[in-house]
């Protein structure tokens, strides 16, 4: 059994957690057969398909994931973006665009 004060420093942990989790827990976490689910960072959640773990892009949008936010086994992928940014890079690797074009949003995801 739980002691009262080891009950109550828990409560008050759950209290002072970011509301965004809330959100994440709200939402289904199984992804359609040939894609994945990452959340951004104001909780906008994006099914994304497996082939595009290939392109730079989001190779690098994982690498500054796992820097920001380090590497959870049991919770949802957060990328370092929020929902506008996603939806351009997203669009990008769709239209499958020049690596020139890529670089460039690769350098100007890192002088953020």
């Known amino acids: 059994m739980i002691s009262p004060k080891k009950l109550l420093r ?14 994440f827990l709200a939402t289904p976490s199984v992804a359609d057969k040939g894609h994945f689910v990452v959340y951004t960072t104001d909780g906008q959640r994006f099914m994304i398909p497996l082939s595009y773990l290939c392109s ?11 820097e920001e936010f380090g590497l ?4 949802p992928i957060i990328m370092p973006c929020d929902a506008a940014a996603m ?5 990008l690797v769709q239209q499958g665009v020049a690596k020139e074009l890529e670089k460039a949003v690769l350098n100007s995801i890192l002088c953020r």
């Open 10 to 23: 828990m409560a008050r942990k759950w209290q002072n957690l970011d509301a965004t989790v809330g959100k």
């Open 56 to 66: 730079d892009i989001f190779q690098m949008l994982f690498k500054m994931s796992e």
């Open 72 to 75: 959870s086994s049991d919770g």
């Open 87 to 91: 939806e351009y890079m997203v669009s």
